[in-house]
Nanobody
């Protein structure tokens, strides 16, 4: 049984940092690309970042480029999203998606976690 579980969300101040984790189980190691996507209240899904199956290539959405960094620990089947210089507009529910490298993303494609809430506010 495949499972994707996000963690690490929470409340951060503008300019602060958070690190999200995505732990996958039931997947063969190094076999799936992984993306992070987010959905802010009242808005659609936005692809944030992706990393390929062996962790060598990554990509970012324009809104987070230069502030967020995606990485992977393939031995643990875990992907991270380091988020720095956070802005209030980064507030959203963040999803990890196995099987997708680059957006756009759509529910029903890839293996999704339940999401972790990130709130950026002073």
């Amino acid at each position: 049984q495949v499972q994707v579980v996000e963690s690490g969300g929470g409340l951060a101040q503008p300019g602060g940092s958070l690190r999200l984790s995505c732990a996958a189980s039931g997947f063969p190691l190094n076999s799936y690309a992984t993306s992070w996507a987010r959905q802010a209240p009242g808005k659609g899904l936005e692809w944030v970042s992706g990393i390929d199956s062996d962790g060598r290539n990554s990509d970012y959405g324009d809104s987070v480029k230069g502030r967020f960094t995606i990485s992977s620990d393939n031995a643990k089947n875990t992907v991270f999203l380091q988020m720095n210089s956070l802005k209030p507009e980064d507030t959203a529910l963040y999803y990890c998606i196995k099987g997708i490298f680059r957006g756009p993303v759509m529910q029903g494609y890839g293996y999704w976690g339940q999401g972790t809430q990130v709130t950026v506010s002073s």
